[in-house]
């Protein structure tokens, strides 16, 4: 969707380095969150973001870190990565955190060899 | 935690037949919201219901939610093969965590 952009698309990365992705958003929302996608499991919650610097953890975020200093840049950092974080990471922003629905970016598909 | 059960987790049907998948929450939800994801693509929203026995429709799609807040199903009539995808319930419970879970997803094949 036009408004949120995710980078890189693809990546594959080596067992052990720290890999960080990105997430733009052009709609000025306050709410940013990181879901990891992988068969049988459906959408994951890693970490979210309530505002510059408020974040907070998701039910998955072992291994993972974020930072928000900007209200348009949520960034999604691998401090090590494992092939188990192997996975399609999808950024999503929404205007509030009830009552509207997420916009998703269009995903990183990262692996971890 | 919160779980959210979707099913069927697959489902093919003939093009022009109906669908029907289901979402079942273990606790009361305040709002439940569906998405579409195409393959090779990423979710999408389609709606959301807030009010106890709420029905909405668009187009051939109908989307209900229980009388207790616990359930809602996705339906659709007549499907084509534009409808193939993985569609996804998430809710919020009601009174606590106020982040969407989602369900893992019904994913609709169509022979044309």
């Known amino acids: 969707d036009a408004g949120i952009t995710q980078s890189p698309r693809h990546k594959v990365t080596e067992t052990g380095t720290p890999v960080t992705l990105r997430c733009h958003q052009t709609?000025?929302?306050?709410?940013m969150y990181w879901y990891r996608q992988d068969p049988g499991h459906g959408l994951r919650l890693i970490h979210y973001?309530?505002?510059?610097?408020?974040?907070d953890k998701g039910e998955v975020s072992d291994g993972y870190s974020v930072s928000r200093s900007k209200t348009e840049d949520f960034l999604l950092t691998l401090e090590s990565a494992t092939s188990s974080q192997t996975s399609v990471y999808f950024c999503?922003?929404?205007?509030?955190?009830?009552?509207?629905?997420?916009?998703f970016g269009s995903g990183t598909r990262l692996t971890v060899v | 935690g919160q779980q959210v059960m979707q099913i069927p987790q697959y489902q093919h049907v003939q093009e022009g037949e109906d669908f029907t998948t289901y979402c079942n929450s273990s606790?009361?939800?305040?709002?439940i919201q569906w998405y579409k994801q195409r393959p090779g693509g990423h979710p999408v929203f389609l709606i959301q219901?807030?009010?106890?026995?709420e029905v909405k429709k668009q187009k051939r799609l109908t989307f209900q939610f229980g009388e207790a807040k616990k359930n809602s199903s996705l339906h659709i009539t007549a499907t084509q093969t534009t409808d193939v995808g993985t569609y996804f319930c998430?809710?919020?419970?009601?009174?606590?965590?106020?982040?969407?879970?989602f369900g893992k997803g019904t994913k609709l094949t169509v022979n044309p």
């Open positions: 606790t009361t939800l305040s709002n």
């Open positions: 999503a922003i929404s205007e509030s955190d009830r009552g509207y629905g997420y916009t």
């Open positions: 998430a809710g919020r419970t009601q009174g606590g965590s106020e982040k969407l879970v």
């Open positions: 219901l807030v009010k106890s026995g």
């Open positions: 709609e000025n929302h306050r709410y």
């Open positions: 973001s309530y505002g510059v610097k408020d974040t």
